[in-house]
């Protein structure tokens, strides 16, 4: 891994740690250095990769560490599951403290870029929809599959 400059990082640290002080959860060193690992990537990064450079920093780090630091990454918010790859985003979307959103992610099956969003018209709708049947969704995540506007143009060329 490339180090990534502390400006990229730092901020939204302080934002996930501001956060976790609004909800009265800790931020513990492990914690914070698994989310300043997934925010350093860039782009979706797997747990075994994201060990493999915390292993870096302790040397001592296992398995178990990563994934119930993820799971509490994602519990509070802070990160999303893309489950199509099976790899782990920092969550781009407000400040955390109130994440209740739904979310949507665009899938470049060229590059591999993700890209967030959090089209209130789509979250409506499958409200909307899953209501007409008597349910009502606590958390929902879109995949959708294609090209990036990059690769897109890329092709056409």
């Not at 698994?34 to 925010?39: G, R, S, T």
């Not at 899953?130 to 009502?136: H, V």
């Not at 958390?139 to 599959?145: D, G, L, P, R, S």
Request: hydrophobic share 45%; proline share 3%.
């Amino acid at each position: 891994m490339t180090a990534q400059p502390q400006t990229i990082v730092a901020p939204q640290l302080d934002l996930a740690q501001a956060a976790c002080e609004a909800k009265g959860v800790k931020l513990t060193e492990i914690r914070r250095s698994v989310l300043a690992l997934v925010i350093a990537a860039r782009g979706p990064v797997g747990a075994y990769a994201l060990l493999d450079r915390l292993k870096a920093e302790r040397a001592n780090a296992a398995p178990v560490t990563v994934y119930r630091a993820l799971d509490f990454l994602l519990e509070h918010g802070l990160i999303h599951k893309i489950e199509r790859l099976n790899a782990f985003v920092v969550c781009t979307e407000g400040d955390h403290r109130h994440h209740d959103h739904f979310v949507q992610f665009l899938i470049c099956r060229t590059c591999g870029t993700v890209a967030e969003m959090a089209d209130h018209g789509i979250s409506a709708a499958l409200d909307q929809a899953a209501g007409l049947s008597g349910f009502r969704p606590d958390h929902a995540t879109v995949e959708v599959e294609g090209l990036c506007g990059t690769c897109a143009g890329a092709g056409a060329s």
